[in-house]
């Protein structure tokens, strides 16, 4: 019903930025959060940053200061401007957004995935 596509992976070195990029398609389908998150080898997904509709936002605490998310919501975007990056930020990024999509008379509310984006930080 919905997909997400990411782009802007990439190498960086420490200290360095990188920007992230997700598009959502579809049709006849609707967004209220949007965010990402992240996975490293050998660890359990984790979330990055969100932000809602309305453009409240959450951070992980260990992305506070650096990451930004933003979005613009008329072309079902999402961005996340990563700057003094870590080496522990090297991870595969995965867009994810909860979506209202149509199902016959009814509307169903789902989480969608991206295919992901690695990010890797170099020293």
């Known amino acids: 019903q919905v997909q997400l596509a990411e782009s802007g992976g990439g190498l960086v070195q420490a200290g360095g930025s990188l920007r992230l990029s997700c598009a959502a398609s579809?049709?006849?389908?609707?967004?209220?959060?949007m965010g990402w998150y992240r996975q490293a080898p050998g660890k359990q997904r984790e979330l990055v940053a969100v932000?809602?509709?309305?453009?409240?936002?959450n951070y992980a605490d260990s992305v506070k200061g650096r990451f930004s998310i933003s979005r613009d919501n008329a072309n079902n975007m999402v961005y996340l401007q990563m700057s003094s990056m870590k080496v522990e930020d090297t991870a595969v990024y995965f867009c994810?957004?909860?979506?209202?999509?149509?199902?016959?008379?009814?509307?169903?509310?789902?989480?969608?995935w991206g295919q992901g984006t690695q990010v890797t930080v170099s020293s």
């Open positions: 932000m809602t509709r309305g453009g409240s936002t």
């Open positions: 579809g049709r006849s389908f609707s967004i209220n959060d």
């Open positions: 994810n957004a909860d979506a209202t999509t149509p199902q016959g008379f009814k509307f169903t509310r789902a989480t969608y």
